[in-house]
């Protein structure tokens, strides 16, 4: 079975400092991982996808993550934080062998980031 | 693109009554759609797959009879609370899949809160 930990309930950064936002990950085979955001009372929003090839993947609003096999992780990455990037963060993986036609997305809990101005 | 809608976005019930949750792709066709349930400050838990045309793959402990989901056509699915209690109250959000292309990721709805008196 496929699982995904972030082990930071909370990440308070300052406002310019650089971000980093944790998660490793559990799975069979090669991952798909995936990063969303989510606002108060919204869905979640879409920030960047690892599939295969460069492990260093740029996202949307100036995000980034480094895809790390040898250590499991997939950890988000902003080299300057905004005080609007304050919002909850989803890592979420996908097991491309876990059956024909499961697309079946599995979250860890999520992190608060809250940067301060 | 690839924008998923939800309607209603809030809805308050009395205990008893029937809730029906529509998700909708606006510019795809989305042949499997997600439905997840999501608790204050906790992740998303998927409750069902949704197969256009099909019936729905429900999770473990997830009450058919209770979350009724037809996928009636290829850009909409509807979730149904029947006989919601209080403990039903929650964020219900939909997620849809780009049917066919390389896309891997999924595009979520903006949510429905539902809050049952």
């Known amino acids: 079975a496929q699982s995904v930990a972030q082990p930071e309930d909370q990440v308070n950064v300052a406002e310019g400092n650089p971000l980093t936002v944790k998660c490793t990950y559990s799975v069979s085979g090669n991952p798909y991982l995936f990063w969303y955001v989510q606002y108060p009372n919204r869905g979640l929003q879409f920030l960047l996808k690892y599939i295969t090839g460069d492990n260093l993947v740029k996202g949307s609003y100036g995000f980034e993550a480094e895809f790390n096999k040898s250590q499991t992780s997939f950890h988000l990455k902003k080299p300057s934080a905004l005080v609007s990037d304050s919002a909850l963060y989803f890592c979420a993986v996908r097991d491309p062998h876990s059956g024909a036609g499961s697309y079946q997305l599995t979250f860890g809990k999520g992190t608060k980031l809250s940067v301060i101005p | 693109g690839a924008v998923v809608s939800q309607h209603p976005s809030w809805v308050i019930c009395k205990s008893g009554t029937s809730v029906k949750i529509e998700c909708r792709s606006l510019?795809?066709?989305?042949?499997?759609m997600f439905w997840y349930r999501q608790f204050p400050k906790q992740s998303l838990m998927l409750m069902a797959t949704s197969n256009e045309g099909s019936k729905a793959t429900y999770e473990q402990g997830v009450e058919k009879d209770k979350f009724l989901i037809n996928h009636a056509s290829l850009t909409l699915s509807t979730l149904t609370v029947t006989s919601a209690h209080p403990e039903d109250s929650s964020f219900y959000i939909c997620?849809?899949?780009?049917?066919?292309?390389?896309?891997?990721?999924?595009?979520f709805g903006p949510g429905t809160r539902l809050t049952v008196l």
């Open positions: 510019d795809f066709q989305a042949t499997t």
């Open positions: 997620s849809a899949r780009v049917a066919g292309g390389s896309y891997n990721e999924q595009f």
